[in-house]
């Protein structure tokens, strides 16, 4: 399996540029397959378990010849109910191998999150911050042990 060990998007480049981008989505997607190695032959919805980690919940939304849209979330427990955070859709492009977040939701709690998601408002800089998001959350799941794979 290729590893991505030595690739640190944030230094390789300079950061927010569109060469550092491009790192950053072959990053993710390195990644991403790490969490989800069957990602070409998948489809429906997934939950990977981990003990001491929130449950881990995928669905393929939508599948073409090259790509793979994706839902990628945590459903967190609350007083009020489920929160459903982060709440990412990713697009993974098989034959670029690359993978971009689309979307990030609008409901982020978390602190770190919201100072990110408000701290820049131009589109490189908005597809930067959510695909950092992403590399650094996918890099949290597999060192957690998450791994979604075919019933």
């Not at 480049?13 to 997607?29: D, H, I, K, Q, T």
Request: with cysteine.
């Amino acid at each position: 399996m290729l590893l991505d060990s030595l690739l640190v998007p944030q230094t390789v480049v300079r950061p927010r540029s569109f060469v550092g981008l491009m790192a950053l989505y072959e990053s993710n997607y390195l990644r991403v397959l790490r969490v989800i190695p069957e990602i070409d032959r998948l489809d429906g919805c997934f939950r990977s378990r981990v003990a001491g980690d929130c449950d881990l919940y995928v669905e393929i939304v939508e599948r073409c010849r090259y790509t793979v849209t994706l839902s990628l979330t945590y459903h967190l427990p609350t007083d009020e109910g489920l929160l459903i955070d982060p709440d990412m859709m990713i697009r993974v492009y098989l034959d670029g191998q690359q993978a971009e977040v689309l979307a990030i939701g609008e409901r982020q709690r978390h602190t770190a999150l919201c100072r990110l998601v408000l701290a820049h408002r131009g589109e490189l800089d908005r597809r930067w911050r959510s695909n950092m998001i992403l590399n650094k959350w996918l890099e949290y799941l597999v060192d957690q042990g998450h791994l979604i794979l075919e019933h």
